[in-house]
């Protein structure tokens, strides 16, 4: 197995485990430029891209570069390669959704010029690629639509409510909620995500495919919630004019496609998962 990343947001510490395993191998590579791997690929699974919103607004080109030029190196891998080629695309796809919950029928309400266009276009982008590919060179793709997800080994300053709110709360400050903490996500843990990549790229089915949970959940809420679990006493505090223009109010995906195709559906609830990815937190501050 080959992991490669040019760590512009990513941390080898993420894959010290598997340091000295013979079956492993890490290049340090941007796949923007040329690819070059040596032997046979059953698979390639194309998961580059920075997906925070504080981190494709740092990187917005690089963010545009790895969704296009990233998606056509990988894609022209796979097919050197005779592989089998996964596309990472994201609930972003939908942009600021007009349908709700979103089924991947939906073609979405994205701004190209705004904020996150730099990450919903290069992801739309990679999307039209990858089924081009498919089209026109028969390559055996898969897509899978990511909703938000936590867990463990995320970044604590990656900006995302998640490890912002755990952060927060394990230090004992206020929670930070953007707006008025009306708007809603569905928040799944890696180990489902993980569970729902695998089944996907083990299936025959080339059309996306939405994997998230379907528990939606305010941030009012979901800052209530960590606060508990955390014990932490500090409350919230609101941020009116930290919120991005094209933040979604809603998202919630319809995962009847994933549950019919695949028999997914998510086993770990939110308190759970919390948990356990606070545990983690507890470890790095
Ligand atoms: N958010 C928040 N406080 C924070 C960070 C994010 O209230 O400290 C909000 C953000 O405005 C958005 C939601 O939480 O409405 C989820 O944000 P995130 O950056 O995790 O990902 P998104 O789903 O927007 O891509």
């Known amino acids: 197995m080959v992991g490669m990343d040019n760590l512009i947001t990513g941390n080898t510490r993420n894959i010290a485990h598997l340091a000295g395993n013979p079956n492993f191998l890490f290049i340090k590579q941007d796949v923007t430029n040329y690819i070059y791997v040596d032997g046979p690929l059953d698979a390639v699974l194309h998961f580059a891209s920075p997906a925070s919103p504080i981190d494709y607004l740092k990187f917005p080109i690089q963010t545009l570069k ?22 990472a695309s994201t609930s972003e796809i939908y942009g600021d959704p007009l349908e709700h919950p979103q089924k991947e029928t939906y073609v979405g309400n994205v701004d190209a010029i705004g904020p996150r266009g730099v990450y919903d276009e290069a992801k739309r982008f990679a999307e039209a690629m990858t089924m081009a590919y498919h089209r026109t060179h028969g390559l055996d793709t898969r897509i899978v639509r990511i909703f938000n997800t936590y867990g463990p080994r995320m970044r604590l300053d990656d900006g995302r409510v998640v490890p912002n709110f755990i952060g927060q709360a ?18 799944q843990f890696v180990t489902d995500l993980i569970e729902g990549v695998y089944r996907l790229l083990h299936c025959d089915f080339h059309e996306p495919v939405n994997i998230g949970t379907t528990e939606e959940i305010n941030i009012n809420a979901f800052a209530q919630i960590v606060n508990e679990v955390t014990d932490n006493k ?45 545990a983690y937190f507890r470890e790095v501050l």
């Open 234 to 278: 500090a409350g919230i505090m609101y941020k009116t004019q930290e919120r991005i223009k094209g933040d979604p109010q809603t998202r919630r995906p319809d995962t009847t496609r994933a549950r019919e195709l695949l028999n997914w559906t998510p086993q770990v609830g939110l308190r759970e998962g919390l948990e356990q990815t606070i």
């Open 170 to 187: 394990l230090r004992g400050e206020k929670l930070t909620v953007y707006g008025d903490g009306m708007q809603t996500r569905c928040f």
């Open 66 to 87: 790895v969704g296009a030029l990233g998606t056509h190196n990988t894609l022209g891998l796979a097919k050197a390669k005779q592989a089998r080629f996964l596309l």
